[in-house]
C-alpha cells in the first residue's frame, strides 16, 4: 500500500494522497489531468475494478465525482476525489470510458443526477430519468416541486439519437450521434414483459433472429432513494434498503449498518455480527433458488420454478418467526438487529440444512443434466474475465469468468473471516457456468450457517446507540457481497444527523450494461437466456 | 366387440321410412355436425383441465378446485367470461385476414376430427385416404397462425408466426414420414381398415422395431406440431409474450385456446390410431377369453382412453422441459428426425416385405 | 342482496358494509342488481375466472409469484392463467411502485387490457407512493392514473392478503349486471373522460 502511495506521488506530485477508511484517498483539483491520472491508475498500477463513481454537490466548492475503485490482483481499495471544471451551468469533467467499460454508464448515470458533463464519453443521454426532465435531481438547488415535472400519461419522448461533448480548440461543444442505423429493425423487449425480471426495457436491433445492438433503457422503476436518504434521519435510511435488491434485504441493511457503526464509532459485539451473517448467507440461499426457479421458467421449464420456491418458502419461514416479514425485514438495525432470535431458529436452520443437499441435487438432475437445458446454456454469453472485470461485473456473475471478486474474502467484514468455505471459482464465463455458480454457492452458503448456527456466541442483541444519532464530518466508504454482486455504499456526512449525500452501488446496474456487449451476434432467444443467467434485480438497478 | 354401425344403419333406415333419401342424408349430416361440435366443445373444456390439473400435480400444488366440485366447473367458467370478453379490433392491421385468422384455425381441427376413429363403426366418414385427408386438412392450420402473425401488425406476432411457418412445415415431413411408415405396414390408408387390421395385435407390437421408433418420432413431431412445449417458440412467453396470438382477444383468443387442446387430442388421437389400434380393444394372440374380456369395454372408451393417455405424456413433455432454440429446433428436425425417419421407411417395407412382424 | 362465496361465511367478510353500499347504490342509480339466471350465470362464470396480467414493478411482484407456487396456490381459484399480453387478461396486479416514467406505459397497458378490466393496486407504493412518498419521481399512488377497484395495502402484502384482494374483486364482478351495460362503467368512463390522453406530435 504504502508503494501505491509512493508510486502516485511521483508520478502526479499535484495530487494530494491521504487515508480513508477503506484505502488510500486521492483528491485531485484540477480535472484536466484527471485522465491521465486515471490511465496512470489503471494500467500502471492495477486498478481495474471501477466499483462506483459518486456524483457530489459541495455547494460553494462546486461540483465533483468521487471514484472508488479496486485492484482486483491485490485487493486494494482506492478513491479519487475529481473536483469538475466550469459553473454550475455546465460543469465537465474528462470522461474515462475508455479505460473502464462501465464507466460509460456510471458517467450517464452521474450526469442524469448532477448534469456533470463528461467530455468524450459517447453516450451522454440520461439514464433514469425522461429525456424532457428539468433540473438535476440530486444537486442540493434542486427544485422538488411536483410542479416543474408533473406527472403525464402521455408517452414519453423517444429519439434514436443521443448527444456527446467533444472538445474542440479548447471548446467543449455537443454532437449528435446515432444510436441505431435507419434501416436497422428495432424490437421493443419491456418494460413490461415476462423476461425482463422487472420494468427493464431492451431496445433491441435485429437482423432476422440475430441481435445486432442492445439498447438498455432503464428508469421505469426509478424511485430516487439516493435523494429521499439525504431528508431522513441515518436510522429511518435504513429501511430502503429492503426496497433495492429485494433478495439481498439483509445483506444491504448489514453493509449499511456497518458503514454508519464505523462511521460513528459504535462496537457491536460477536453475536450480532454472527447473526447478521447468519440471515446474509439465508437470504443467499433463498434468492438463489428463486434464481434458479425464474431463469429455468425463463427457458421454458415452468416447473422447477415451483421446486425451487419450495425451498425459498421454507427459508421464508424462518425469517419470519424472528423478523416478522416475509420479504422487506428490516431486521439489522445500527447498533445491533431488531430482534433477538426466535426460540425456534436453531432447529429450524438445521431442518433446511438437512434437506438442502437432497433440493439441490434435485436441481442438478432436473434441469442442470438436461440435454436441453445444456444446448441452451453452453457457450452461450461468454463473459471473458478481463471484461468482467472491465464491466465491473462481481459477485456470481463475475465469479463465472474466473475473477475471484467475492467481498467476504477480499475485504473481510463481521466473521467471514473466521468461517470456513470457498470461494466458488469457474472459468467458462457463459450461461451455464453462471447458473452452476449460483448452484454452488448454495452449498457454500449452507457451510458457512452450519459452522455458525451452533456456535451463536451469547451476549445482547442490541448495543446502547444514541437516539438521535449524529456522524462526525467526513466520509466512508463500505463493500459487501450482496447476492449479486459487490454492494458498495458511499457515505459524506456533514456531522448532522441525516447524510449529506448517500451514494448506493448497486450489482445489478453492471449487470444489465454488460448485456449489450455479450449478446451481439447471439440469438433473440439467447438474450433471455443472457439477462436470465445476469439474475439482475431492476430496482437495484434504478434504485 | 359390439358394432355401432349397426345402430348408425339402423337409425338411417328408420329415417328412410318416413322421409325422402336427401332428407335423411342432410338431416343425418346436420346431426353429426351438431355432435361434433358439441363434442368439440366439451373435450376442448375438458383438456384444458385436464392439463391445469396436471400441470398443478407437476408442480406439487392443487389445481383448480374451488369452482364446482373438485373445480371440474373452472373450464366452464373459463368459456362464458372468454365469450363475453371484448373483441379488440386493430387500427392498423388487416381487418379481414385478422378476422378469418382464428376460423382458418378452428376450421383445421374441426375437418381433421371427422376423420378420427371413434368407435367402431363411428367415423363420419369412411373414405379410401382418411389418414391422408387427416394430414392435408390438420395443417391449414398453419395458415390461420401465419396470417395472424402477419396481419397483427406487431413485430411480435410476426416472429411468433414465422417461427411458427418454419416450424410446423418441418415437423410435418417428420409426421407425414412416420405416417407413412405406418401405413405400409398397415397396407391402407381408410382409417376403418388401419384399425381392423390391429385386430390381432397393436401396431406397435408387430411393427416391433420400426413401429417404436415411428411412434417415437411422431410423438416428437406431434408436439412440434402442435406448438407444445418443448417445442413452443411460437407462443413463448419468456420471449414473445404470447407469440402469434398477442393481438387477440376475447373469443379469438379463445379459439386458439381450444384450437391447442384439440390439436393436442388429434395428435394423440392419429398416435392412438396408428399404434394403438384406434378403437381396437386390445387383443393378444392365443388369450381368447382375455380377448372376450376386453371386447366387452366399448370401443369409444378404448379410443378416447388412448387419446387422453398420450395426451397425457405430450401434457408431460411439456412441464418437465425446457424450450429450446429455434435453430436447434430446426436442426433436430431436419439433420436427426429426417435421416432416422427416412431409414426407418426402409426398415419397415424390408420387415413388411420379408414378414418380419408379430 | 348477499354475495355469497364458496367455503367462506359472509360474516369472515371484513367490508360487507362496502359491498352493500354498492349494491345500494347501485339499485338507486336504478340499474337492477343481477336479476335473472342468465345473469347470474354470466356472473358466476366472469367471478370466477379472472386472468391476471403478468405485471409486476418491484418487490411485490415477488409475492406475487409466491402466490402462484405451491404454499399458496392460486389455481386453486382459477387465476394462475397469467396472460402475457394484456388483450388476454382480465384484471392488473398493480404490483409496486409506479413511477414518472413508467406511468405512460402502465396507462397503455391498463387501455390495451380488454372489456370488462380491473385494477388492483397492490401495496402501499400504488396505493399512496409509500415509503417513496417523498421522492421527486413516484407517482403518488395509481388512482390518478387508472380507475382502481381493490386495493391490498401492505409492503408488500402477504400472499394472504393478495389472496383476499382477488376474493374481494371476485366479490364485486359478482354483483355486476353485465348485459345493459356493466354498472362501473359509468364510473369508468367519466374517470376517463376526466384523464384523457391529448394526442401529441413529437418530431
Not at chain 1, 394 to 423: H, I, L, M, Q, T
Request: with cysteine.
Amino acid at each position: 500500500m504504502a508503494n501505491t502511495q509512493e508510486k502516485i506521488a511521483k508520478l502526479f506530485p499535484q495530487v494530494t494522497v491521504s487515508q480513508g477508511n477503506a484505502g488510500i484517498e486521492l483528491t485531485l483539483a484540477d480535472q484536466s489531468r484527471w485522465h491521465d491520472l486515471a490511465s496512470a491508475l489503471r494500467h500502471e498500477l492495477g486498478f481495474d475494478f471501477l466499483v462506483t463513481i459518486a456524483g457530489m454537490d459541495w455547494k460553494e466548492e462546486g461540483l465533483g465525482c468521487v471514484y472508488y475503485m479496486v485492484a482486483s490482483d491485490r485487493h486494494e481499495c482506492l478513491s479519487v476525489k475529481v473536483t469538475a471544471t466550469g459553473d454550475r451551468e455546465k460543469p465537465y469533467i474528462q470522461s474515462v470510458f475508455d479505460l473502464w467499460d462501465i464507466a460509460t454508464i456510471f458517467e450517464r448515470e452521474v450526469y442524469d443526477y448532477f448534469g456533470i458533463i463528461f467530455v468524450n464519453n459517447p453516450d451522454m443521454r440520461r439514464l433514469f430519468l425522461n429525456i424532457d426532465w428539468k433540473g438535476y435531481p440530486l444537486r442540493k438547488d434542486y427544485d422538488a416541486d411536483p410542479a416543474t415535472n408533473p406527472i403525464s400519461i402521455e408517452s414519453e419522448r423517444q429519439t434514436d439519437f443521443t448527444e456527446s461533448w467533444v472538445e474542440k480548440d479548447g471548446k467543449i461543444v455537443k454532437e449528435i450521434k446515432r444510436i441505431f442505423q435507419p434501416d436497422d429493425f428495432v424490437i421493443n423487449i419491456g418494460p413490461q414483459h415476462p423476461a425482463t425480471h422487472g420494468v427493464l426495457r431492451f431496445r433491441t436491433a435485429l437482423d432476422g433472429e440475430i441481435i445486432k445492438k442492445i439498447d438498455v433503457y432503464l428508469g421505469y422503476i426509478h424511485r430516487g432513494v439516493e435523494k429521499i436518504c439525504e431528508e431522513d434521519t441515518y436510522p429511518q435510511t435504513l429501511h430502503f434498503m429492503d426496497r433495492l435488491d429485494y433478495f439481498s434485504g439483509q445483506i444491504y441493511h448489514h453493509g449499511l449498518c456497518m458503514l454508519y457503526e464505523e462511521a460513528a464509532g459504535i462496537q457491536v459485539n460477536k453475536r450480532i455480527e454472527v447473526i447478521r451473517v447468519l440471515m446474509d448467507e439465508l437470504s443467499r440461499i433463498a434468492s438463489h433458488c428463486l434464481f434458479i426457479g425464474t431463469y429455468c421458467m425463463d427457458l421454458g421449464a415452468t416447473t422447477m420454478l415451483f421446486y425451487a420456491l419450495r425451498v425459498r418458502e421454507q427459508i421464508l419461514d424462518i425469517f419470519e418467526k424472528t423478523c416478522g416479514a416475509r420479504m422487506t425485514f428490516n431486521y439489522a438495525c445500527i447498533g445491533g438487529v431488531m430482534q433477538d432470535l426466535h426460540p425456534d431458529f436453531v432447529h429450524d436452520v438445521h431442518a433446511l440444512l438437512d434437506v438442502l443437499p437432497g433440493n439441490i441435487k434435485e436441481y442438478n438432475t432436473l434441469f442442470t443434466g438436461n440435454v436441453i437445458a445444456r444446448d441452451r446454456m453452453e457457450g452461450v454469453g461468454v463473459l471473458t474475465r478481463e471484461d468482467a472485470i472491465s464491466w465491473a461485473v462481481s459477485g456470481p456473475n463475475g465469479r463465472a469468468s474466473g475473477w475471484a471478486c467475492d467481498v467476504r474474502k477480499n475485504f473481510p467484514y463481521a466473521v467471514y473471516d473466521e468461517v470456513d468455505f470457498d470461494e466458488i471459482i469457474l472459468h467458462e464465463g457463459d450461461a451455464m457456468a453462471r447458473f452452476k455458480a449460483r448452484i454452488l454457492e448454495m452449498e457454500q452458503s449452507a457451510r458457512i450457517i452450519a459452522q455458525l448456527i451452533d456456535n451463536i456466541p451469547e451476549g445482547d442483541y442490541l448495543v446502547k446507540v444514541p437516539k438521535m444519532l449524529k456522524i462526525p464530518a467526513g466520509h466512508w466508504f463500505k463493500m459487501v457481497e450482496g447476492c449479486r454482486g459487490t454492494f458498495g455504499i458511499y457515505l459524506e456526512s456533514d456531522g448532522g444527523t441525516i447524510p449529506y449525500r448517500l451514494k448506493l452501488a448497486p450489482p445489478c446496474l453492471p449487470a444489465a450494461a454488460v448485456v449489450d456487449h455479450i449478446t451481439e451476434g447471439e440469438k433473440i432467444a439467447d438474450l433471455i437466456t443472457i439477462g436470465g443467467s445476469m439474475d439482475y434485480i431492476v430496482p437495484d438497478i434504478d434504485r | 366387440m359390439q358394432d355401432l354401425s349397426v345402430a348408425t344403419s339402423w337409425f338411417h333406415s328408420f329415417l328412410l321410412g318416413y322421409i325422402p333419401e336427401w332428407a335423411a342424408v342432410t338431416l343425418e349430416c346436420l346431426l353429426i355436425g351438431v355432435g361434433l361440435l358439441l363434442l368439440y366443445a366439451v373435450l376442448a373444456l375438458f383438456y384444458i383441465l385436464f392439463e391445469r390439473k396436471v400441470c398443478a400435480a407437476f408442480q406439487c400444488r392443487l389445481g383448480p378446485n374451488r369452482v364446482g366440485p373438485w373445480g371440474l366447473l373452472q373450464s366452464v367458467a373459463d368459456m362464458f367470461k372468454i365469450l363475453i370478453k371484448e373483441l379488440i379490433t386493430l387500427n392498423h392491421g388487416d381487418k379481414f385476414l385478422f378476422e378469418l385468422a382464428p376460423f382458418l384455425v378452428i376450421i383445421a381441427s374441426m375437418l381433421a376430427f371427422a376423420v378420427l376413429p371413434w368407435g367402431n363403426g363411428l367415423e363420419v366418414i369412411n373414405f379410401n385416404v382418411g389418414i391422408f385427408f387427416l394430414l392435408a386438412v390438420s395443417s391449414i392450420g398453419v395458415l390461420g397462425i401465419l396470417l395472424a402473425g402477419w396481419s397483427s401488425n406487431n413485430k411480435y406476432t410476426l416472429i411468433g408466426a414465422l417461427r411458427s411457418g418454419a416450424q410446423m412445415v418441418s415437423y410435418e415431413l417428420s409426421m407425414g414420414l412416420s405416417v407413412v411408415t405406418m401405413v405400409v405396414i398397415a397396407g391402407t390408408m381408410n382409417v376403418h381398415e388401419i384399425c381392423m387390421a390391429q385386430e390381432h395385435l397393436w401396431f406397435i407390437f408387430s411393427g416391433h422395431i420400426p413401429a417404436i421408433i415411428a411412434f417415437i418420432i411422431f410423438m416428437i413431431a406431434g408436439t412440434a406440431e402442435t406448438n407444445r412445449g418443448p417445442f413452443d417458440l411460437p407462443e413463448a412467453e419468456s420471449e414473445l409474450t404470447a407469440g402469434y396470438h398477442t393481438e387477440y382477444s376475447g373469443i379469438h383468443f379463445g379459439f386458439y385456446y381450444l384450437a391447442e387442446y384439440l390439436n393436442l387430442f388429434i395428435v394423440s388421437g392419429v398416435a392412438a390410431l396408428l399404434f394403438f389400434g384406434g378403437w381396437m380393444p386390445l387383443h393378444i394372440p392365443g388369450f381368447d377369453a382375455f380377448n372376450n374380456i376386453m371386447d366387452y369395454i366399448p370401443s369409444v372408451v378404448w379410443f378416447l382412453a388412448k387419446a387422453v393417455a398420450l395426451s397425457f405424456i405430450i401434457i408431460w413433455f411439456k412441464w418437465t422441459f425446457p424450450r429450446l432454440r429455434i435453430d436447434q429446433l430446426l436442426t433436430l428436425e431436419w439433420k436427426y428426425l429426417l435421416p432416422i425417419n427416412l431409414f426407418n421407411l426402409v426398415l419397415m417395407v424390408v420387415v413388411v416385405l420379408y414378414r418380419l412382424t408379430l | 342482496m348477499e354475495v355469497t362465496t364458496k367455503g367462506m361465511p359472509y360474516e369472515a367478510w371484513k367490508d360487507n358494509e362496502y359491498i352493500e353500499k354498492l349494491v345500494q347504490e347501485l339499485r338507486d342509480n336504478g340499474t337492477n342488481v343481477v336479476v335473472g339466471s342468465l345473469d347470474k350465470l354470466i356472473n358466476w362464470g366472469r367471478s370466477n375466472s379472472i386472468w391476471p396480467l403478468t405485471f409486476a414493478t418491484s418487490c411485490c411482484g415477488i409475492e406475487f409469484v409466491s402466490l402462484g407456487a405451491a404454499r399458496y396456490d392460486m389455481a386453486r381459484f382459477g387465476w394462475e392463467v397469467a396472460r402475457a399480453s394484456p388483450r388476454q387478461a382480465d384484471f392488473m396486479m398493480v404490483a409496486g411502485t409506479i413511477v414518472h416514467r413508467m406511468v405512460p406505459v402502465f396507462r397503455r397497458l391498463y387501455d390495451q387490457l380488454a372489456e370488462p378490466k380491473y385494477v388492483i393496486a397492490c401495496g402501499s407504493c400504488a396505493i399512496s407512493g409509500g415509503p417513496f412518498k417523498k421522492s421527486y419521481c413516484v407517482a403518488m399512488g395509481i388512482e390518478d392514473i387508472v380507475p382502481v377497484d381493490v386495493f391490498v395495502p401492505g409492503c408488500p402484502p402477504r400472499p394472504e392478503a393478495m389472496i383476499y384482494g382477488i376474493m374481494q374483486l371476485s366479490r364485486k364482478i359478482k354483483v355486476e349486471k353485465f348485459f345493459g351495460g356493466v354498472n362501473r362503467k359509468k364510473s369508468q368512463e367519466e374517470f376517463l373522460a376526466s384523464h384523457p390522453i391529448q394526442e401529441t406530435t413529437h418530431e
